[in-house]
């Protein structure tokens, strides 16, 4: 066989096992920590990242996410969870009425680390017991991120 014909053949093959790319619209189970929760794709960031809302959950939720945390497509809307735990996406009952401990609050002085360097910050925000909005010192409003508990140490 042509190795040039081998090699198109090889590539139709592992694309057909890929399956469609996602779409605006598409209903999806995603992994956040230790749950799966079903999301809409909001918008497509390119080949491997996808902007989701998470079904019964305020726009506030909505997260930029890499395609491998997704686990399933889903052919419709699964119901919204109960009012119970709309207080954080994969949150209990219980979770929700006490959240939960987080080595860091609101207000907190921090240092945070940023491609090899470290800044003065302070926490504005919890997201999430290892995700923590902060404020850069020194720096505008527009370079406030969303940051993982390991970039973060105390003053």
């Known amino acids: 066989m042509n190795p040039r014909l081998a090699c198109l053949a090889l590539l139709a093959l592992a ?12 209903h999806v ?27 019964g959950y305020s726009d506030d939720w909505d997260e930029t996410i890499a395609v ?19 207080g954080r996406p994969g949150a209990s009952a219980s979770a929700s009425a006490a959240p939960p401990p987080t080595p860091y609050r609101q207000g907190d002085r921090v240092r945070v680390e940023w491609h ?8 504005v925000s919890v997201a999430d017991p290892d995700h923590y909005r902060v404020h850069y010192d020194g720096y505008g409003a527009e370079w406030d991120e969303t940051v993982p508990i390991a970039r973060i140490q105390r003053r």
């Open 116 to 123: 090899g360097s470290v800044y003065g910050a302070t926490v």
């Open 29 to 55: 189970l995603v992994q956040r920590g230790t749950n799966e929760l079903a999301a809409v794709v909001v918008s497509v960031d390119g080949p491997a990242r996808l902007r989701v809302h998470y079904d």
């Open 68 to 86: 491998t945390r997704v686990s399933s497509r889903l052919d419709a809307p699964v119901a919204p969870p109960s009012s119970k735990t709309r």
């Open 15 to 26: 694309l057909a096992a890929c399956g469609r790319a996602y779409r605006v619209g598409d």
